[in-house]
């Protein structure tokens, strides 16, 4: 059976960590001068080995052979830590249930003494999402803990862990893995793995999972089955769906050259390919970047930033700004290809456009007037929100929960009905008002919509179910879609504004 990497290649053993060094050595020599504390935080990010540590500490702590720096894995204490079915290394997830019963047991189990081991060992994880209660039970355990009792809390979130708490426990900080150290790992798995990976595609894997090993390994997982032979960039780039300079630099090509059809139908092309309209405004922001600096270090002009010379330094602000403003916006909204494409007609009229800036202005003039704008605009913004904020909140949540939670209500559908699942999976559920989810079908979709509208009580079952309140739904038919942009009033303003023209659509 296949294992995946992530648990094959857990860390049984001390020497088995990559990175954490300092801590790997403070355990150790703890457990050598049989100094071990009896209540420890292991804090840090995802995927930096926090559980695993424990478990390996746990094991170093009660192995039959032990106290040990280095646990046999053979006993059957070791076998037992390692499957998790110890009865004397209690595993607490803090994020389930928030912990109110696991407390309440250990309050309840604390005093017993281990069952065969040497020590009861408790680890708790994602401490900081206890109840307050649980953790003033936790506390009074600590307060008088009997001697064969360890503590290891783990957490993402110290800070969110009350002072009483942390107070009375030896802390650590995992950080997360580097690029050297991740590179080392997979070198070493891909030798008896026997699988090649070429030495950037590691790179572009740990950008997408931030130093998180697990998410690392998790992406190699896929990668084997979704590579031939050897894993490249490119494979990585497709499955994370990560966009290349070259698709972005047809994008800003045909802006520079105020060129909207074409600009849009590169763009098409990359949502096409399956890109993720976020990834590609990050790509253009990316890569404005890369021509701002070019442009004040006037290096070396490649083809491609030679052909940027067409823009000054203050467009390339302005542009850079105005992508980053439509990349949080993409975030909130439900219309990110529209979204996408307005993004694209603001920068096309940016271009070119009649400056009323001084030559001689300098780029930190340019970048102190950006400033105060955005200040002037966040009070605004921060007054406006504040008003609204305060009646949107619940029925906003509850909006977020329903659209942005689309891919749960999906799965509770299929587990009702695979056919019905197929059917509203072809609708896009667009927005949530007055208890009303509108989902949309493309116009070739309309028998789709029919048997929804068909099952319509069903779904609105299923919905008012997972979001804990009554949900209907209303579909509509979408016309040709691609047309709606030209009728957008942001658009429509966008054009007017700047003079604008609107150049027939090809297709
Ligand atoms: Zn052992």
Redesign the pocket.
């Known amino acids: 059976m296949y294992k995946v990497l992530a648990r094959k290649y857990r860390p049984q053993n001390f020497d088995d960590f990559v990175g954490q060094g300092t801590i790997v050595n403070t355990l150790k020599r703890a457990i050598e001068k049989n100094k071990t504390a009896y209540a420890y935080i292991f804090a840090g990010p995802r995927g930096s080995g926090k559980t695993s540590m424990a478990r390996v500490f746990a094991?170093a702590l009660n192995?039959?052979?032990?106290p040990t720096t280095n646990?046999?894995?053979?006993?059957e204490?070791?076998n037992e830590i390692t499957a998790g079915t110890s009865l004397d290394v209690i595993e607490i997830d803090g994020a389930s249930n928030r912990g109110i019963e696991e407390i309440r047991a250990l309050r309840e189990n604390v005093n017993l003494r281990p069952s065969k081991a040497r020590y009861k060992i408790y680890v708790i994880d994602e401490v900081h999402m206890l109840t307050t209660e649980a953790f003033n039970a936790l506390l009074k355990t600590l307060e008088e803990p009997p001697e064969y009792v360890k503590f290891i809390f783990a957490t993402t979130a110290p800070e969110k862990i009350p002072p009483t708490i942390i107070s009375r426990c030896q802390r650590f900080d995992f950080k997360p893995l580097t690029l050297k150290e991740i590179e080392k790992k997979i070198s070493e798995i891909s030798k008896k793995e026997n699988f090649k990976i070429e030495k950037g595609a590691i790179s572009v894997i740990n950008e997408f999972a931030n130093g998180s090993l697990r998410d690392v390994l998790s992406i190699v997982d896929q990668l084997i089955v979704f590579s031939e032979g050897k894993i490249t960039i490119e494979d990585v780039r497709k499955l994370l769906g990560i966009v290349d300079e070259k698709g972005i630099d047809e994008i800003l090509k045909s802006i520079v050259s105020k060129n909207i059809n074409q600009a849009i139908s590169s763009l098409h092309k990359l949502i096409s390919e399956g890109k993720d309209p976020v990834l590609i405004i990050e790509g253009i922001i990316k890569r404005l970047r890369d021509i701002l600096v070019f442009k004040i270090e006037d290096g070396e002009k490649g083809e491609i930033f030679s052909y940027f010379d067409k823009m000054t330094t203050d467009e390339i602000l302005q542009a850079s700004s105005l992508s980053i403003e439509f990349k949080e916006k993409l975030r909130r909204e439900t219309q990110p290809i529209l979204l996408t494409e307005i993004l694209i007609f603001k920068l096309v009229s940016l271009i070119g456009k009649e400056t009323q800036k001084e030559d001689n202005l300098t780029i930190f003039d340019i970048v102190n007037e950006e400033k105060n704008k955005k200040i002037d605009e966040k009070e605004q913004e921060k007054e406006d929100k504040e008003k609204k904020e305060i009646d949107e909140t619940r029925d906003r949540e509850k909006t977020d929960d329903i659209i942005g939670n689309w891919h749960i209500v999906l799965k509770k559908i299929k587990e009702k009905s695979r056919i019905l699942e197929a059917a509203i999976r072809e609708g896009k559920p667009e927005r949530f008002e007055d208890g009303i989810l509108s989902i949309s079908f493309e116009e070739n979709f309309e028998f789709h919509k029919k048997r929804v509208d068909e099952n319509r009580k069903t779904i609105e079952k299923i919905i008012s179910k997972i979001s804990g309140k009554e949900v209907k739904i209303e579909t509509f038919l979408k016309k040709n879609s691609k047309k709606s942009i030209l009728d957008d009033e942001e658009v429509k303003k966008i054009i007017t504004e700047f003079n604008g023209q609107v150049i027939e659509r090809e297709d």
């Open positions: 094991k192995c039959e052979k032990g646990p046999c894995n053979k006993c204490i070791c």
